[in-house]
Structure formats: structure tokens, C-alpha cells
């Protein structure tokens, strides 16, 4: 099985960038269906950030990221990158990675996920 392991998280200022990677080791992560990135605040539910569908290459954001967050994938190096733009204060989360090895439903829905990182924090201040 697919292990993940998330980086990059950090603090910034509003209107800043990061880029966030999640690195897999075991099964090459273009194995799996898809792949995403969900973010969980302080006292929230986890939400769906976006989602990358291996087989395409196509891409699904949420709402509230779309136009400034980017999923990329780097098969070579077997990592799943989510580019933040424009960051904003409600932002700040903690970023989790995930890959499915099916289409088991919504890519909202965590229970869809077979496989998650462990997180990395993300830090927006204004």
C-alpha cells in the first residue's frame, strides 16, 4: 500500500504563496485513480480542497480555492503538488493528502479515500 507523506506547509503573510508535496512512497501514486487534497481548521470538518484524476489528468477544486489553488502531479518523482496562490487567513488549516485506488464516490467525501498523509499545517496571517 501507498504510503504519503505530506511538506511545505509553513507560515505566510496574506497574498502570499506556497507550494505544498505530498511524496509517496510504495505503489507509484499514477496507480491509483485519483489523488487529492482536503484541509481540516481548528473546530471545522475536513473539506475537499481538489482533486487529481491519474488516468486524465484532469483536475476539481472547491468554490473557495478555485482560480488560486493548482494540483499538479510529477510522476517521475511520484509526488502530488497543490500550488496555493493568494492565500488568505481562513486558509489556515491543516492540509492533508489523499489517494483512492477507485472511484468509491464523491471525491468530497472522505470515506471515499483509501489512504492519507499524516498532514502539514498551513498558516495564513493577515
Known amino acids: 500500500q501507498v504510503q504519503l507523506v505530506e511538506s511545505g506547509g509553513g507560515a505566510v503573510q496574506a497574498g502570499g504563496s506556497l507550494r505544498l508535496s505530498c511524496a509517496a512512497s510504495?505503489?507509484?501514486?499514477?496507480?491509483?485513480?485519483?489523488a487529492s487534497w482536503f484541509r481540516q481548521a481548528p473546530g471545522k470538518e475536513r473539506e475537499g480542497v481538489g482533486v487529481?484524476?491519474?488516468?486524465?489528468?484532469?483536475?476539481l477544486y472547491a468554490d473557495s480555492v478555485k482560480g488560486r489553488f493548482t494540483i499538479s502531479q510529477d510522476n517521475a518523482k511520484n509526488t502530488m503538488y497543490l500550488q496555493m496562490s493568494s492565500l488568505k487567513p481562513e486558509d489556515t488549516a491543516m492540509y492533508y493528502c489523499?489517494?483512492?485506488?477507485?472511484?468509491?464516490?464523491?471525491?468530497?467525501?472522505?470515506?471515499?479515500?483509501?489512504?492519507w498523509g499524516q498532514g502539514t499545517q498551513v498558516t495564513v496571517s493577515s
Open positions: 489523499a489517494a483512492a485506488t477507485g472511484p468509491h464516490g464523491s471525491w468530497r467525501n472522505e470515506r471515499t479515500w483509501n489512504y
Open positions: 510504495g505503489p507509484d501514486l499514477s496507480t491509483y485513480f485519483m
Open positions: 487529481f484524476y491519474s488516468g486524465s489528468g484532469g483536475t
